[in-house]
Nanobody, 123 residues
Framework: QVQLVESGGGLVQAGGSLRLSCAAS????????MGWFRQAPGKEREFVAG????????YLIDSVKGRFTISRDNAKNTMYLQMNSLKPEDTAVYYC????????????????WGQGTQVTVSS
């Protein structure tokens, strides 16, 4: 199995930027499709972005397209979420997740999860 640890969250003003990292350990990182999810208070967890094993395939939900970028560095066993032009509605706990099967553009079948990192965007 794989262990995931997120970092990079924090408090930022609207319009600002943050870069989240997800460090993986355990089994071969490049074997996994990776994704980012978020959960705001009182709301269900939401799929934000996904990336293929190689990194050549990426998917972002409509509300973050043009503002967020997902990437991975398999040599460093790390996935990233670059978040620009942040809005108060982006405030949530952000989780990274990994799965061995399934498509990077679909939110289902994730097997492994990190503990989450808080992102707070003030207006």
């Amino acid at each position: 199995q794989v262990q995931l640890v997120e970092s990079g969250g924090g408090l930022v003003q609207a319009g600002g930027s943050l870069r989240l990292s997800c460090a993986a350990s355990g089994r071969t990182f490049s074997n996994y499709v990776m994704g980012w999810f978020r959960q705001a208070p009182g709301k269900e967890r939401e799929f934000v972005a996904g990336i293929s094993w190689s990194g050549r395939g990426t998917y972002l939900i409509d509300s973050v397209k043009g503002r967020f970028t997902i990437s991975r560095d398999n040599a460093k066993n790390t996935m990233y979420l670059q978040m620009n032009s942040l809005k108060p509605e982006d405030t949530a706990v952000y989780y990274c997740a990994a799965k061995e099967r399934g498509s990077y553009y679909e939110p289902g079948s994730y097997d492994y999860w990190g503990q989450g990192t808080q992102v707070t965007v003030s207006s």
